[in-house]
C-alpha cells in the first residue's frame, strides 16, 4: 500500500533558520513521484515541486532545496533562512504512476519574526 | 491559474440533507479529483475521474458519490450529510504529461461545508 508519513506535526523557528521538513513515503512500485505542496493561511494549495523516482539528484529552487533518498524513502524539504511568509502547512504527496495521490498528513511551519 | 472553480465555497447543512459540489475546469484535463481535508489527516482521496462517466473510490468513499457528464464538471454528492462529513473539499485536476498520470495537481480553492 501506498503511504506518506510525515512525522512533524508542527515546527516554530525565528526568522533566518534554516528548517527541515520531513517526508517518508511507502510504495511497492519502481517508478513513481513525489512532490511538495504549501497550503499558507489563506487556504490555497500550492505546487512547490516534483520529482520522479529515478532522479535523485537534489535540487535548490532559491531558499528552498530538496533531498531525495530512495535508500531511505525519504524526500526532505529544507527551508534556508526562513522568512515569516513562509509560514504555512506543507504536503508531502506521491503519486504512483496510476491515477491516485496520496498526501501525508502536513507539517505546520511557524515562522516568527 | 488551471482554471479551477469549485461551487459552492462555503455551504452550512442540516443532517440527512443531501449536498452537491461542483468543480468546474476550464482547460479540458482528463483527471479530476475530490479531495478531503482535516485537521490531522491531511488531504485524503474520496473519489476520481480519469474521464466523462469513468470514476473510482479513493481511500474514504462512504457516504459520498460522483458525477462526471461532461469533461469540464466534476459533481460530489453527499446523499445524507452527516456531521462527520463537515471538512473543507476540495477538487483537483492532473495535468497529464505522457505515459501515466505523473502530473502535478492543481487544486480549486476549496469548499467549506458544514453539517449541523
Known amino acids: 500500500a501506498q503511504k506518506v508519513t510525515q512525522a512533524q506535526t508542527e515546527i516554530s523557528v525565528v526568522e533566518k533558520e534554516d528548517v527541515t521538513l520531513d517526508c517518508v513515503y511507502e510504495t511497492r512500485d519502481t517508478t513513481y513521484y513525489l512532490f511538495w505542496y504549501k497550503q499558507p493561511p489563506s487556504g490555497e494549495l500550492v505546487f512547490l515541486i516534483r520529482?520522479?523516482?529515478?532522479?535523485?539528484q537534489n535540487e535548490i529552487s532559491g531558499r528552498y532545496s530538496w533531498n531525495f533518498q530512495k535508500s531511505t524513502s525519504s524526500f526532505n524539504f529544507t527551508i534556508t533562512a526562513s522568512q515569516v511568509v513562509d509560514s504555512a502547512v506543507y504536503f508531502c504527496?506521491?503519486?504512483?504512476?496510476?491515477?491516485?495521490?496520496?498526501f501525508g498528513s502536513g507539517t505546520k511551519l511557524n515562522v516568527k519574526p | 491559474d488551471a482554471g479551477i472553480t469549485q461551487s459552492p465555497r462555503h455551504k452550512v447543512t442540516e443532517t440527512g440533507t443531501p449536498v452537491t459540489l461542483r468543480c468546474h475546469q476550464t482547460e479540458n484535463h482528463r483527471y479530476m479529483y475530490w479531495y478531503r481535508q482535516d485537521p490531522g489527516h491531511g488531504l485524503r482521496l474520496i473519489h476520481y475521474?480519469?474521464?466523462?462517466?469513468?470514476?473510482d473510490k479513493g481511500e474514504v468513499s462512504d457516504g459520498y458519490s460522483v458525477s462526471r457528464s461532461k469533461t469540464e464538471d466534476f459533481l460530489l454528492t453527499l446523499e445524507s450529510a452527516t456531521s462527520s462529513q463537515t471538512s473543507v473539499y476540495f477538487c483537483?485536476?492532473?495535468?497529464?504529461?505522457?505515459?501515466?498520470?505523473?502530473?502535478?495537481?492543481?487544486f480549486g480553492e476549496g469548499s467549506r461545508l458544514t453539517v449541523l
Open positions: 504527496a506521491l503519486n504512483d504512476n496510476f491515477n491516485k495521490f496520496y
Open positions: 475521474s480519469y474521464g466523462v462517466k469513468d470514476t
Open positions: 483537483a485536476i492532473s495535468v497529464h504529461k505522457g505515459q501515466g498520470n505523473t502530473g502535478e495537481l492543481f
Open positions: 520529482r520522479n523516482s529515478f532522479d535523485e
